[in-house]
């Protein structure tokens, strides 16, 4: 029985010796199969630098994704390495207590002098971080730079600019705003961006329960974008090919996260032809702001562990990890003394360092979960009918699901 | 000796009680075999399918959500929680109006279809154009009924031809027409499936009634009310329940046809269970609505059994 | 008997020949004109699978494609983007594997309740048959969670294991209805002659069978090859996803695809099932029939 139970230690043990020299590879789950290639072409580049592969493992849903994650948790087999999403879905995820904290990381990449203690918010929950970004994003509205020059028209600095520069775009027989409800979750693009714009007191009290969604400050941004949509300012909401139609000119101006410039530039419009700004506020001397998203990368307490889940991580925030994922994609994570992955990010870079724009929160994630789907849904639905009596109805909606979640917590 | 003396000699020397032991015997020898022979089945239907439901109905009196294992019991709740949700109402008015449409529309079309291409020159033709749309997968239909209701599609494109202006309706995207189009999708898809199953139930319906009819007198009408459609009736029962039960499970294409409406959760109760569960992380709840499903599911179940029998005894 | 041709009202006769003839062909034509708006989707379909994305969006829906050359580029582009080729392999093992186990355990199960003398022989049946009672809803969350503590989850053998065991209970029923109407004779024959059990099932029961075992066959392939719940939720990993899953791919992540590249997907992924049809429409006629009964 002795001699077994040795021989059998024995043997374990040298499996356990054994298995670093096997397993050079990490699983990277995500659910973002449209970047599947450049994923594992960082993975590639990590494997020439330290050994290890990343190998990328695509969900094609994001629903499955998230229920596959939350089976995994629930079993106690949570995958070593994965991508969440930020917000309260993100405290979530991190009170299952399963997720490694990175705080020593974290440290490490400050101290590096490539990455600021802004980008870190987005990933902590209760003092500790979570977290390193694949993607740090921000909502910025990029546009047709051959039709603004055509009509004379310059980049706004204010609310008025834009609104002046849309009526030149209508008058010339153009329409001034991409914006479809594909997919069924873009529905809060504008939302989120009138809100902040017209009521940025209010914008992070429609996450707490303390903002009311059928309050006079909502009732001010539906009454804002209902008229815009009456003066023709948007494109058809039900078309299912977003950047197909940028590219074909069907918007002048396209509201949405910088991750886009790479994707629209793919569907075949010349990167020179693309410019980029921030919005502008719609109320006077209001503190210039951004919206970020931030989109996590995390591993398990037991990926922590395993010496080769942290070297593919470091390489991933390392200055070769993210000119390889900005290479690939043109996506940035926050890493500055790395190359800005293209112009549109550059130019975004210095207009934040300019103005100091505080960042906030995109909606979509600050939300909290069980909202999230539903309200989005509303959000479309006034999209698709976009008239005061609508909105009504949809306010109406959306408070009572807010109201009823708040009531249960 | 006579035969009866024999087997009474042969019952008094064996004695009853041991033939009786002798055959249960036997059976129970052939039992073995049997197990043998029935094991994967029973294994997989058990395993993979029986377990599962009773799984689901305990999940259903549980509080599980998200991230945490299997939770604590929690009674009715989850049932509870049905009534005052405002999707699963209006997914329950859908379904509703699914297993409507599902009756009639494939049954009327299905039954005109049969009798009009019954006696038809090259009717093997027609009856494989209608029944095509049934061999491809619902996701492909949904996919390519998709883009004919698209805003600038085949049918919008096709109202212009007809009515002489521009037709701009999305299909797809309004509340009104929603449930309507997918269900004319259904039909197009199944009619085809009911048609040929009743031309087989026709075709068995013997001739010489309605020959008689005929000589006596009777007009076509009153031979299709009075000889065929009785006659048909078993046909048309089992057919009926088919149609139901996939008006009631339609899944595929409400999932592909309605991705793009708002309010995709409550188009019917099965995709409003896959919303809660997948989505929201649900579970528990999820669980519960999927037992609401198959509670009604059986219902209709046992109503075909029931009016199966009473048809078998009035067609005997 | 006389008959006195003069008698007979010959314009009468005719016209009501004329009559009945013409409504025939009024029939025939309505029967066309029907048949025609039926097939129109398809019509849609086959052209627009000729026709780059800027032509579809140019052209009226019905409008004929201006050459077939976008066909190739469609094709590569839909195979490509969807990983269909890996797809189609997955559908086809879980369909052909799934289905072809799933008869034969069906077969064996169907033979031990009608050709053996065991007790309770309905019971067994109904056991079995209890598989096709309850909605695809009350399998979904057990499965997902299960297959995960498993670890079946996204797993070829995990998918096999789930198409096998869905498609054993119908199969059961057809097979059972056809083997109690098989005549006893033979098989009692072998059996004096010392076959035993496995000899009688394998050499005769067997061949009698091949008729009905492929109608279910190729019904359960269908369905395997058609379904997309079951695929979505238990295996949805690129290595294990079905072809029609596949095709999903098309309506979420990419919003630059056009609707030409996804129609020629949704062609691609029911072209098996569309020749298997028409290869062996007889066969799929006669699953029907046994589905009555």
Redesign the interface.
């Known amino acids: 029985m002795k001699i077994k139970e040795k021989l059998l230690g024995t043997a374990v043990g040298v499996m356990l010796a054994a298995a670093p020299a096997f397993a050079q590879e990490v699983q990277l789950f995500h659910d973002k199969g449209f970047w599947s290639e450049q994923l594992q072409s960082v993975g590639d580049a990590a494997a020439e630098t330290t050994g290890v592969t990343i190998t990328e493992t695509p969900y094609a849903n994001a629903?499955?994704y998230?229920?596959f994650v939350?089976a995994s948790?629930?079993?106690g087999e949570t995958p070593d390495m994965f991508t969440w999403w930020t917000g309260a879905t993100f405290a979530?995820?991190v009170?299952?207590g399963?997720i490694a904290p990175l705080d020593d990381l974290w440290d490490e990449m400050i101290n590096s002098g490539g990455y600021g203690e802004a980008s870190k918010e987005l990933f902590v929950v209760d003092g500790q971080t979570y977290a390193v970004p694949l993607l740090l994003a921000r909502w910025v509205v990029l546009y047709n730079k051959p039709l603004y020059a055509e009509l004379g028209l310059e980049e706004p600095k204010t609310w008025d600019e834009l609104m002046s520069n849309a009526d030149a775009i209508v008058a010339a027989g153009e329409t001034p705003f991409l914006a479809t409800?594909?997919?069924?979750w873009r529905?809060f693009i504008w939302f989120q961006e009138l809100m902040l714009r017209m009521h940025p007191e209010a914008y992070n009290g429609l996450n707490d329960g303390s903002v009311a969604y059928d309050g006079q400050e909502v009732r001010a941004v539906f009454e804002a974008w209902s008229d815009m949509y009456a003066k023709g300012y948007f494109s058809?909401p039900?078309s299912?090919e977003e950047f197909n139609d940028y590219v074909r000119g069907a918007g002048a101006m396209y509201l949405i996260g910088e991750w886009a410039a790479g994707l629209v530039v793919q569907a075949g419009v010349p990167a020179d032809d693309l410019g980029v700004f921030i919005m502008p506020n719609a109320i006077d001397d209001a503190p210039a702001a951004v919206i970020v998203e931030g989109s996590p990368l995390v591993v398990s307490v037991d990926g922590a562990q395993d010496e080769n889940v942290m070297k593919a991580l470091r390489f991933w925030v390392s200055d070769e990890g993210a000119n390889a994922w900005g290479d690939a994609t043109g996506n940035y994570i926050g890493n500055n003394s790395a190359e800005a992955p293209n112009a549109i990010v550059a130019e975004v870079n210095a207009d934040i360092a300019e103005t100091s724009a505080t960042a906030y929160l995109r909606w979509w994630e600050a939300v909290p979960?069980?909202l999230q789907?539903?309200l989005v849904?509303?959000m479309?639905?006034f999209m698709?009918?976009p008239t005061m009596k609508t909105a009504d109805d949809v306010m109406a909606?959306m408070q009572?699901l807010n109201a009823a979640y708040w009531a249960d917590q | 000796m006579d035969r009866a003396a024999k087997d009474k000699a042969l019952l008094d020397r064996i004695g009853i009680d041991q033939i009786a032991r002798n055959a249960r015997a036997?059976?129970r020898g052939?039992?073995g075999?049997?197990?043998v022979?029935?094991s994967?089945?029973?294994i997989?239907?058990?395993?993979?399918?029986?377990?599962?439901?009773l799984?689901?109905i305990w999940?259903s009196f549980t509080k599980w959500k998200?991230?945490?294992?299997?939770g604590e019991y929690a009674g009715f709740a989850n049932y509870e929680r049905m009534p005052g949700n405002?999707?699963f109402n209006e997914a329950l008015i859908n379904t509703a109006i699914w297993v409507g449409a599902s009756v009639v529309f494939p049954i009327a079309l299905g039954l005109g279809?049969a009798m009009?291409?019954r006696n038809?020159?090259?009717a093997e033709?027609?009856k494989n154009?209608?029944f095509?749309?049934r061999?491809?997968?619902?996701?492909?239909v949904g996919?390519?009924?998709f883009?004919?209701y698209?805003?600038?599609?085949?049918l919008n494109?096709?109202l212009g031809l007809v009515s002489g202006r521009d037709v701009d309706i999305?299909w797809l995207?309004?509340d009104a027409t929603v449930t309507p189009a997918i269900i004319a999708t259904f039909v197009?898809q199944t009619a085809g499936?009911v048609m040929?199953?009743l031309l087989?139930?026709l075709a068995a319906i013997p001739k010489d009634p309605i020959e008689a009819a005929h000589i006596d007198g009777a007009n076509r009408w009153q031979i299709f009310r009075y000889i065929t459609l009785p006659l048909l009736m078993p046909?048309l029962l089992?057919v009926t329940i088919l149609s139901v039960l996939a008006g009631?499970?339609v899944?595929?294409l409400l999932?592909?046809m309605g991705?793009?409406y708002?309010?995709?959760?409550s188009l019917a109760?099965?995709v409003f269970?896959?919303?809660e569960?997948?989505?929201?992380?649900s579970?528990a709840f999820?669980?519960a609505?999927?037992?609401i499903?198959?509670l009604v599911?059986?219902c209709v179940?046992w109503v075909q059994t029931v009016l199966q029998g009473r048809v078998d005894r009035m067609t005997r | 008997m006389a008959f006195d041709i003069s008698t007979l009202d010959l314009d009468a006769i005719e016209r009501r020949e004329a009559a009945k003839h013409k409504g025939?062909t009024l029939?025939?034509f309505?029967?066309i004109g029907?048949?025609l708006l039926?097939?129109?989707?398809?019509y849609?379909?086959a052209i627009?699978i000729f026709k780059s994305s800027n032509e579809y969006?140019r052209n009226?829906?019905?409008a004929l494609p201006e050459g077939i050359a976008p066909l190739w580029d469609n094709v590569t582009r839909a195979w490509e983007l969807g990983s269909m080729g890996q797809a189609m392999m997955n559908s086809a093992f879980y369909g052909t594997v799934g289905a072809s186990l799933a008869v034969f355990?069906?077969a064996?199960?169907a033979?031990?309740?009608t050709r053996?003398?065991?007790?309770f022989r309905n019971g067994?049946f109904m056991?079995?048959f209890?598989?096709t009672?309850?909605?695809?809803?009350?399998?979904?969350?057990?499965?997902f969670?299960?297959y995960q503590k498993l670890g079946l989850l996204n797993s070829h053998m995990g998918m096999l294991?789930?198409y096998?065991?869905?498609c054993?209970?119908f199969p059961?029923l057809v097979l059972r209805n056809f083997m109690s109407g098989l005549s006893r004779e033979m098989d009692e024959a072998a059996r004096m002659d010392g076959a035993n059990?496995f000899t009688v099932?394998f050499r005769i029961i067997l061949p009698n069978t091949i008729g009905p075992m492929t109608a279910v066959f190729l019904l359960q392939f269908?369905w395997i090859?058609?379904d997309?719940?079951f695929s979505t939720?238990l295996g949805n990993r690129l290595e294990t996803r079905s072809i029609?899953n596949a095709?999903?791919v098309?309506?979420g992540s990419y919003s630059s695809i056009g609707?030409n590249i996804?129609?020629t997907?949704?062609?691609l992924?029911?072209l098996p099932?569309?020749v298997l049809?028409f290869l062996l429409r007889r066969h799929f006629?006669q699953g029907?029939?046994v589905?009555?009964s």
């Open positions: 629903e499955q998230k229920a939350q948790i629930a079993s979530e995820l009170s299952s399963q409800v594909h997919e069924g529905g058809d039900r299912t979960p069980d789907g539903e849904a509303e479309n639905r698709l009918d909606t009572t | 036997r059976r052939q039992l075999l049997a197990l022979f029935m994967p089945a029973l997989l239907v058990v395993g993979v399918l029986l377990v599962p439901v799984f689901n999940l998200k991230f945490t294992g299997f405002p999707f279809m009009f291409f038809l020159r090259g033709t027609f154009i209608i095509i749309p061999i491809l997968a619902p996701t492909a996919v390519l009924w883009y004919v698209a805003p600038d599609g085949l494109r096709g999305g995207y309004s197009w499936l040929v199953l087989l139930g046909t089992m009631f499970t899944f595929d999932w592909v991705a793009n708002p309010g995709q959760r109760l099965a269970m896959y919303f569960a997948f989505q929201k992380g579970w999820g669980s609505v999927a037992v499903i198959g599911v059986l179940t | 025939s029939k025939l309505a029967a029907f048949a039926w097939i129109v989707p398809f849609f379909l627009s969006s009226p829906p019905l355990f069906a064996m199960a033979f031990a309740i053996l003398d065991i007790p067994w056991l079995i209890a598989g009672v309850f909605p695809f809803q009350m399998y979904l969350i057990p499965l969670f299960g294991l789930f096998t065991a869905i054993v209970p059961t059990e099932f269908t090859w058609n997309m719940l939720v029609m095709l999903l098309f309506q609707p996804v129609l997907a949704a062609l992924a029911s099932s569309i049809f006629m029907l029939q589905q009555q």
